[in-house]
């Protein structure tokens, strides 16, 4: 089975809103459409945190502010793919203009109670708002 670590942050800027992003249909058609966080798959060989804001800037366009906080581990299964990805989830600050890449085609800045209700939604983000992590 092949493993992968990816890695996810959870951003708000100093209004105190969090940025959610659309993921890209005709990119990521197995996947589909749906609301989630700024992140993606670490390059063997670099840091965690080095990798995060390679994929946030990518991304986003966004610079991470400050030393961002790990929250959540998650386990995502793939056994059709024979894959076992483990996600880690950040929270984090980062302010500016936001410019996609072609990953995704939509963004929000939003309240916590907005964010919370957002569908579709990532199924493993989901999971840590139900938590309450954030």
Aim: aromatic share 6%; proline share 4%; glycine share 8%.
């Amino acid at each position: 089975m092949d493993l992968q670590v990816g890695v996810k942050i959870v951003l708000k800027n100093r209004e105190g809103e969090y940025l959610v992003v659309f993921r890209s249909v005709i990119k990521y058609p197995e996947v589909g459409g749906k609301w989630e966080i700024a992140g993606g798959r670490i390059e063997p060989g670099t840091l965690l945190l080095e990798n995060l804001k390679r994929e946030v800037k990518e991304e986003t366009g966004l610079d991470i502010e400050g030393e961002p906080k790990l929250i959540a581990a998650q386990d995502i299964l793939r056994p059709t793919k024979n894959r076992h990805i483990v996600r880690l989830t950040y929270t984090g600050e980062a302010n500016g203009e936001v410019v996609l890449s072609d990953e995704h085609t939509d963004f929000k800045w939003l309240s916590l109670e907005e964010f919370s209700q957002l569908e579709p939604m990532d199924k493993y983000l989901k999971e840590i708002l139900d938590k309450n992590l954030i």
